[in-house]
């Protein structure tokens, strides 16, 4: 089997991705014995490739492209968008006001090339990137994913995303959960409209004079206590209004105010962090343009373009500094749930922390799955390797459930430690076939690295004495672990699956041999 035949099937992946996606999540829910989510977790990510060019500047459009444009054109001339006139008699599109408007308009959905440049997660500007929307569930596996052009926004291809969840899994009446980057009026109004809640993150930076006012006035606010000392602290605020560009993009909802001194102590930090920062670009006279976020934010220039820092600006330093530990969230339930008026609780307060599942999900697929950087330019062989890893994650992360529920709980790093553990040699013994189990070379020091050599010592010890993870996992899924040499028969009984003759060794092995 060569190399092409691996890319090949790339394109049946891509065919039946749906197909394939729902069939899994058929599967997950008769394991979870669940019908359905009630909280959906949203976030969005990029990832880069090892090429210099862009699929605009290689001329490569989508390969779907040509399709996904004739039906915007059918449904323009559908809607009157389009008329006759529009079109010569072989129905090709000419030159004029509504065509060239139409073009405008299908360049800004994003749709004709897929690898471009844009907002990179991982600082990779000079590369091409590929935008993946992933969505999933309370307990981190994946329910579904959209991928998106590199340079493609991510407020305006939610809707999207939501749309065709909405139509492949009739989702209603779910809480979509999500940060402050998704966070817009016209999304929220867009949520509520697909008959779905909403929980995310608000900046408090830009409250309006009155909400600001009410956050830090002590009064109205809950606290948190923990082993008799307060901690935190949170006030709700009703019929709060997410104010959009336009009037009808309002959205009345419940504004969650929180103060937490361990956010606190931490925000006060960075603050430090960036004064020395801009201190040391001022002795170096370093230019800075003016900025919203970041150190630049606190840099003080003469110019309202690029220009050399003068200093800091003491202003905006004490807002932020008077900002540190505060944090908002705004929620609303969805439109046709009966306790649509009911406060948020503090499992919905959680439900928020838990975001960080989602961004664990793409740790895990970039890190251990091979997600990036990607090697194919394809866009039919991008989306389907973005499905491999995807189906991987979700995968992993049933393991993960399962162990939970039986009491032996792993971490990812730990299960796939474990997995890369479990490599047999298959050796000839007379005329038969057997297996040999034998261990690969390790880099003990793998997320270990800040340890000492006594703590390093203490902790692979530790880690000696604990249950075999293998046969943990094993155990967890319905198996038992082979032992150290096994002939074909008893490997397949291991294994779960019929391997009654050589024939069902697949011919890489027994070129091996």
Same mark, same amino acid.
């Given at each position: 089997?060569?190399?092409?035949?691996?890319?090949?099937?790339?394109?049946?992946?891509?065919?039946?991705?749906?197909?394939?996606?729902?069939?899994?999540?058929?599967?997950?829910?008769?394991?979870?014995?669940?019908?359905?989510?009630?909280?959906?977790?949203?976030?969005?990510?990029? *990832?880069?490739?090892?090429?210099?060019?862009?699929?605009?500047?290689?001329?490569?459009?989508?390969?779907?492209?040509?399709?996904?444009?004739?039906?915007?054109?059918?449904?323009?001339?559908?809607?009157?968008?389009?008329?006759?006139?529009?079109?010569? %008699?072989?129905?090709?599109? *000419?030159?004029?006001?509504?065509?060239?408007?139409?073009?405008?308009?299908?360049?800004?959905?994003?749709?004709?090339?897929?690898?471009?440049?844009?907002?990179?997660?991982?600082?990779?500007?000079?590369?091409?990137?590929?935008?993946?929307?992933?969505?999933?569930?309370?307990?981190?596996?994946?329910?579904?994913?959209?991928?998106?052009?590199?340079?493609?926004?991510?407020?305006?291809?939610?809707?999207?995303?939501?749309?065709?969840?909405?139509?492949?899994?009739?989702?209603?009446?779910?809480?979509?959960?999500?940060?402050?980057?998704?966070?817009?009026?016209?999304?929220?109004?867009?949520?509520?409209?697909?008959?779905?809640?909403?929980?995310?993150?608000?900046?408090?930076?830009?409250?309006?004079?009155?909400?600001?006012?009410?956050?830090?006035?002590? #009064?109205?606010?809950?606290?948190?206590?923990?082993?008799?000392?307060?901690?935190?602290?949170?006030? *709700?605020?009703?019929?709060?209004?997410?104010?959009?560009?336009?009037?009808?993009?309002?959205?009345?909802?419940?504004?969650?105010?929180?103060?937490?001194?361990?956010?606190?102590?931490?925000?006060?930090?960075?603050?430090? @962090?960036?004064?020395?920062?801009?201190?040391?670009?001022?002795?170096?006279?370093?230019?800075?343009?003016?900025?919203?976020?970041?150190?630049?934010?606190?840099?003080?220039?003469?110019?309202?373009?690029?220009?050399?820092?003068?200093?800091?600006?003491?202003?905006?330093?004490?807002? %932020?500094?008077?900002?540190?530990?505060?944090?908002?969230?705004?929620?609303?339930?969805?439109?046709?749930?009966?306790?649509?008026?009911?406060?948020?609780?503090?499992?919905?307060?959680?439900?928020?922390?838990?975001?960080?599942?989602?961004?664990?999900?793409?740790?895990?697929? %970039?890190?251990?799955?091979?997600?990036?950087?990607?090697?194919?330019?394809?866009?039919?062989?991008?989306?389907?390797?973005?499905?491999?890893?995807?189906?991987?994650?979700?995968?992993?992360?049933?393991?993960?459930?399962?162990?939970?529920?039986?009491?032996?709980?792993?971490?990812?790093?730990?299960?796939?430690?474990?997995?890369?553990?479990?490599?047999?040699?298959?050796?000839?013994?007379?005329?038969?076939?057997?297996?040999?189990?034998?261990?690969?070379?390790?880099?003990?020091?793998?997320?270990?690295?800040?340890?000492?050599?006594?703590?390093?010592?203490? #902790?692979?010890?530790?880690?000696?004495?604990?249950?075999?993870?293998?046969?943990?996992?094993?155990?967890?899924?319905?198996?038992?672990?082979?032992?150290?040499? *096994?002939?074909?028969?008893?490997?397949?009984?291991?294994?779960? @699956?019929?391997?009654?003759?050589?024939?069902?060794?697949?011919?890489?092995?027994?070129?091996?041999?």
């Amino acid at each position: 089997m060569g190399l092409d035949s691996y890319y090949n099937s790339y394109d049946y992946l891509f065919e039946h991705k749906d197909s394939i996606m729902k069939f899994f999540n058929r599967s997950i829910n008769n394991q979870l014995g669940k019908t359905k989510a009630t909280l959906i977790f949203y976030d969005v990510t990029n *990832v880069y490739f090892e090429t210099a060019l862009t699929d605009l500047e290689c001329g490569r459009q989508q390969m779907d492209f040509q399709d996904r444009l004739q039906e915007e054109v059918q449904l323009a001339y559908e809607s009157g968008e389009l008329d006759a006139a529009c079109f010569d %008699k072989e129905g090709r599109l *000419v030159p004029g006001q509504k065509t060239d408007d139409f073009i405008k308009k299908i360049q800004a959905q994003k749709i004709e090339y897929l690898r471009m440049r844009g907002p990179s997660k991982e600082h990779r500007f000079d590369l091409p990137l590929t935008s993946i929307a992933l969505v999933i569930n309370e307990e981190g596996i994946p329910i579904d994913f959209y991928v998106y052009a590199g340079n493609a926004s991510e407020f305006k291809t939610m809707a999207a995303s939501i749309e065709s969840l909405k139509q492949k899994y009739n989702v209603k009446e779910s809480i979509v959960v999500a940060d402050r980057g998704l966070n817009s009026a016209a999304n929220l109004k867009m949520l509520q409209s697909n008959d779905l809640g909403f929980l995310m993150a608000q900046k408090v930076s830009n409250l309006d004079q009155k909400t600001t006012k009410a956050m830090f006035d002590p #009064e109205g606010y809950v606290p948190i206590i923990r082993q008799g000392e307060e901690v935190a602290r949170f006030k *709700v605020v009703k019929d709060w209004t997410k104010k959009g560009k336009r009037k009808a993009e309002d959205t009345k909802c419940t504004l969650v105010l929180t103060f937490d001194k361990k956010r606190q102590k931490r925000d006060l930090a960075v603050l430090e @962090v960036w004064k020395q920062l801009v201190l040391k670009k001022q002795a170096q006279g370093i230019k800075v343009k003016p900025k919203s976020s970041g150190w630049a934010s606190i840099a003080k220039t003469s110019e309202k373009t690029e220009a050399r820092i003068e200093g800091i600006d003491e202003e905006t330093f004490e807002a %932020k500094r008077r900002l540190a530990g505060y944090a908002a969230l705004v929620y609303k339930n969805a439109p046709n749930c009966q306790d649509n008026d009911a406060v948020p609780d503090g499992r919905l307060a959680a439900a928020y922390h838990e975001l960080n599942q989602i961004e664990s999900c793409f740790r895990i697929m %970039k890190s251990h799955l091979g997600l990036r950087p990607m090697y194919v330019r394809n866009s039919n062989h991008i989306k389907g390797h973005i499905l491999i890893c995807v189906i991987a994650l979700g995968i992993l992360k049933l393991l993960q459930w399962k162990l939970n529920k039986s009491g032996t709980p792993l971490t990812i790093s730990e299960i796939i430690r474990a997995l890369n553990s479990a490599t047999t040699v298959p050796i000839k013994s007379g005329d038969e076939l057997m297996f040999l189990q034998c261990s690969r070379p390790q880099n003990i020091r793998k997320g270990l690295e800040r340890l000492s050599q006594e703590e390093l010592k203490a #902790e692979l010890a530790k880690r000696r004495k604990q249950p075999n993870q293998l046969e943990i996992l094993f155990k967890t899924v319905g198996l038992v672990p082979p032992a150290r040499l *096994v002939n074909l028969k008893e490997m397949g009984r291991c294994l779960g @699956v019929r391997l009654t003759t050589e024939e069902a060794i697949p011919e890489l092995i027994k070129d091996m041999l």
